[in-house]
C-alpha cells in the first residue's frame, strides 16, 4: 500500500496491497477497497463501505456519509461500489437506510463527473455517464449504458432504463423507460429514442426501427397506457427489447414521463 503521511486511515480497514491512498484521505473502520483503486487526495470514505478493484477516485469526494434521511438512525447500511469506475471531484455517494434495503450500489466502468450526487438506497447500474451537478435523489434506478446531463436533478423513485439519454438542465419527475431521450425545463418529456445512443453501442438500423415503431404506438398512437402495452406485446412478440421496455412501463410507481408530439420532436 502507498499511504501518504498526512493520510487517517484506520487499522481495521481493509485495503488490497496496491491501493494509493493519497495526502489528507480518510478511510473509515468498515471500509474495504480492493486491487489498484486509487484515492488521489482529500477523499473521505467512511460507513461500511466495499469499494471494488482499479477505481479513481478524486478529490474531495466523499463515499458512505449518513444518508440526508431524517429517519436514518446510525444503523449499518452500506455503499457497494463495483470496479474501474471514475469519480472526479466533489462527488458525493451516500449510504443507504434500513427502510430502502440497506445498500446504495454502483455497478462497474462508470464515470460520475465533478459535483455529481448519488443519493441514499440509489442503485446505479454499469457503464453510465454522469455529467456536472447531476443530482439523485433517494431510491433511484438507473440501468447501464444510460447518461445523465450536467445539472439535471431527478426526483426519488424514480427509474432510467438501460440506454436512455436524459439531456441537460431537466427536471425528471417519472420514468424514462429504457433505449429512450428525454430532455426539457422543469419537467422533461420523451423525445422519441436515444437512436445516437444506440448507434453507437452497435445496435444494427432493423433493431432501432422496431424500436421507433413500438414507441410510436406506445406514446403517440392516443391509447391509454394499459391498451397500448397490450397492443404492442400482441405486435411485436418476440422482439426482446421491446418486450424489455413493456416490463419496465409495466413496473412503474411514479408513471412514464410523457412524449412530446411528433411535430415537437422534429423541430427539436
Known amino acids: 500500500m502507498q499511504i501518504h503521511p498526512t ?53 474531495f469526494v466523499s463515499i458512505g456519509g449518513p444518508p440526508q434521511h431524517l429517519h436514518y438512525k446510525g444503523e449499518p ?17 451516500n449510504r443507504a437506510t434500513m427502510q430502502g434495503g440497506g445498500v446504495t450500489s454502483l455497478g462497474s466502468n462508470n464515470f460520475l463527473m465533478a459535483y455529481v450526487h448519488v443519493a441514499h438506497d440509489c442503485r446505479l447500474g454499469s457503464h453510465l455517464i454522469m455529467a456536472n451537478a447531476a443530482s439523485l435523489a433517494g431510491h433511484i434506478t438507473i440501468g447501464d449504458h444510460a447518461i445523465i446531463g450536467g445539472l439535471t436533478g431527478i426526483h426519488q423513485f424514480v427509474r432510467v432504463g438501460a440506454y436512455a439519454m436524459v439531456g441537460g438542465c431537466c427536471a ?15 419537467r422533461a418529456h420523451l423525445y422519441g429514442l436515444n437512436s445516437v445512443g444506440l448507434r453507437r453501442h452497435g445496435f444494427s438500423a432493423d433493431r432501432i426501427a422496431v424500436l421507433k415503431k413500438a414507441y410510436d404506438l406506445l406514446f403517440r398512437s392516443g391509447h391509454k397506457t394499459a391498451e397500448a402495452i397490450r397492443l404492442a406485446r400482441d405486435e411485436f412478440k ?11 412501463m409495466e413496473g412503474t410507481k411514479r408513471g412514464i414521463s410523457r412524449s412530446v408530439s411528433k411535430d415537437q420532436e422534429d423541430e427539436d
Open 238 to 248: 418476440g422482439q426482446g427489447d421491446v418486450e424489455q421496455v413493456l416490463k419496465f
Open 172 to 186: 425528471i419527475g417519472q420514468d424514462v423507460p429504457p433505449f429512450m431521450r428525454a430532455a426539457g425545463g422543469y
Open 7 to 59: 493520510a487517517i486511515v484506520h487499522p481495521k480497514a481493509s485495503l488490497a496491497d496496491d491501493v494509493v491512498v493519497g495526502p489528507f484521505c480518510t478511510v473509515g473502520e468498515h471500509v474495504t477497497i480492493g486491487k489498484g483503486s486509487r484515492l488521489l487526495s482529500h477523499v473521505a470514505v467512511d460507513g461500511w463501505t466495499d469499494i471494488g478493484e482499479r477505481n479513481e477516485i478524486h478529490p
Open 77 to 93: 447500511t452500506k455503499v457497494v461500489i463495483g470496479d474501474a469506475n471514475i469519480l472526479r471531484e466533489y462527488v458525493t455517494v
